[in-house]
């Protein structure tokens, strides 16, 4: 059990830390948020980044690999997924960053 809760621990740190510097990994964007002017992009990017309303009902998991932004009256959402370094598989540990890479998807509430 303390083996889960360390490994838990730790991929929960390292999703944090994609989420504040998404050089630790891949971020994908929809159609729909790929389009949006510059400005609303990097609106939406920097309320990712500050997401911390993590609860037991959103995260029950306790992973912080999932959120919902609202900005300018429309709903984001994002998803961490796990995948091995060559992005073929999902990953063997998702708490070793040697042999996983994150990717992050950002959608449109309406692409989901």
């Not at 830390?17 to 998404?22: G, H």
């Not at 990097?42 to 029950?60: K, S």
């Amino acid at each position: 059990m303390a083996a889960h809760a360390e490994t838990l621990t730790t991929n929960t740190a390292l999703n944090d830390l994609f989420r504040l510097d998404f050089s630790r990994g891949r971020v994908v964007m929809t159609p729909g948020v790929a389009a949006l002017p510059q400005r609303a992009l990097c609106d939406l990017l920097r309320a990712v980044q500050n997401f911390d309303a993590f609860t037991p009902d959103n995260d029950p998991h306790s992973e912080h690999d999932f959120g919902k932004v609202a900005i300018g009256g429309e709903t984001y959402l994002w998803k961490i997924d796990y995948y091995d370094a060559h992005l073929e598989h999902s990953s063997p540990n998702p708490a070793d960053p040697a042999v996983t890479t994150r990717v992050m998807t950002i959608m449109r509430g309406d692409e989901y």
